[in-house]
Antibody
Framework: QVQLQQSGPGLVKPSQTLSLTCAISGDSVSSNSAAWSWIRQSPSRGLEWLGRTYYRSKWYYDYAVSVKSRITISPDTSKNQFSLQLNSVTPEDTAIYYC??????????WGQGTLVTVSS | EIVMTQSPATLSVSPGERATLSCRASQSVTSNLAWYQQKPGQAPRLLIYGASTRATGIPARFSGSGSGTEFTLTISSLQSEDFAVYYCQQYNNWPCSFGQGTKLEIK
């Protein structure tokens, strides 16, 4: 059974960096058949896919155009986890952030979600 | 990006009755369509992928149909635990995109 456990702060100041981590159990971040994604949810934007990382002999990264200049998703094979960094946040980045496993295009396992509020 | 439109926004149905939820894509997504259920305070849960394949552990009262641009999620006999928000997601063209959701409420 795959489980994803999220951690990270729930409050970030404007212009600073949002950082979240997703610890994986029951699978490997280096899996050759899965990708690892971050998705956020807000009343204004609904469910919004942010990006993914996956390993197919080398690491690949793929980001949504809306955040491409500000986002980094990083795998950590030593801890079997992956992380999200979103730079230069504004109040519009306030949302619930989810990590999820992506298999053949759909998301079959999700983390518990982290409400991140951008406020001074 | 493909736009996914769900209807209705809210659906009121009595327990034991059938619920039919719709999802339309702005262009063909073939059968690359998933459905999710979300309850308050929880992450979305995968119900259906490939337009009609139930995910592991999903009861048979949930069924999906459609291809191209028109899709339907049917819940044959509503149980109390089925009242939630439902989302569709296309993954035919990347980036994937989600519908805005249909809230299924008790009538």
């Amino acid at each position: 059974q795959v489980q994803l456990q999220q951690s990270g702060p729930g409050l970030v100041k404007p212009s600073q960096t949002l950082s979240l981590t997703c610890a994986i159990s029951g699978d490997s971040v280096s899996s050759n058949s899965a990708a690892w994604s971050w998705i956020r949810q807000s009343p204004s934007r609904g469910l919004e896919w942010l990006g993914r990382t996956y390993y197919r002999s080398k690491w690949y990264y793929d980001y949504a155009v809306s955040v491409k200049s500000r986002i980094t998703i990083s795998p950590d094979t030593s801890k079997n986890q992956f992380s999200l960094q979103l730079n230069s946040v504004t109040p519009e980045d306030t949302a619930i952030y989810y990590c999820a496993r992506l298999v053949h295009g759909h998301f079959d396992y999700w983390g518990q979600g982290t409400l991140v509020t951008v406020s001074s | 990006e493909i736009v996914m439109t769900q209807s209705p926004a809210t659906l009121s149905v009595s327990p034991g009755e059938r619920a039919t939820l719709s999802c339309r894509a702005s262009q063909s997504v073939t059968s690359n369509l998933a459905w999710y259920q979300q309850k308050p305070g929880q992450a979305p849960r995968l119900l259906i992928y490939g337009a009609s394949t139930r995910a592991t552990g999903i009861p048979a009262r949930f069924s999906g149909s459609g291809s191209g641009t028109e899709f339907t999620l049917t819940i044959s006999s509503l149980q109390s635990e089925d009242f939630a928000v439902y989302y569709c997601q296309q993954y035919n063209n990347w980036p994937c995109s989600f519908g805005q959701g249909t809230k299924l409420e008790i009538k």
